[in-house]
């Protein structure tokens, strides 16, 4: 269900949530992630105030709040929030996906991260 960008943005996420400053490339091998793809989810993850960014040599990035405080929900806003717009459309096709963004808003990086959903 989740699109192939969420889904790297994510793996990006979880290998962030310890804190410490990663080059793009490096999550990028690690998460199987195309590095320019990966470079345009690291600046909307950027914008959207869940990863710092640091240029230069030294740099790279680093995960802008505790990954307990950031929802699958955050990260699909992040990457497209034109999905999940309000609608007043009651078709049996919204009401499924409300159901499913109030579970993304349950789930976080941290949970993921440490596979506890559901402990």
């Known amino acids: 269900m989740l699109s192939h960008t969420t889904e790297y943005a994510i793996s990006m996420l979880i290998q962030l949530a ?5 080059k793009c490339s490096e999550m990028c091998l690690n998460g199987n992630i195309p590095q320019n793809y990966g470079r345009k989810v690291l600046l ?5 105030g869940l990863v710092k960014s640091y240029p230069g040599i030294g740099g ?18 992040a ?9 007043r459309n009651n078709s049996v096709d919204q009401l499924i996906k409300n159901e499913i963004f ?18």
């Open 60 to 77: 790279g990035y680093q995960i802008d709040k505790a990954a307990k405080e950031i929802t699958i929900y955050d990260v699909i806003k």
């Open 44 to 48: 909307k993850l950027t914008r959207a």
């Open 18 to 22: 310890s804190g410490e400053l990663k």
């Open 102 to 119: 109030e579970v993304y808003k349950k789930h976080n990086i941290y949970e993921i991260a440490n596979m506890q959903i559901g402990k």
């Open 79 to 87: 990457l497209d929030e034109s999905l999940i717009r309000p609608s």
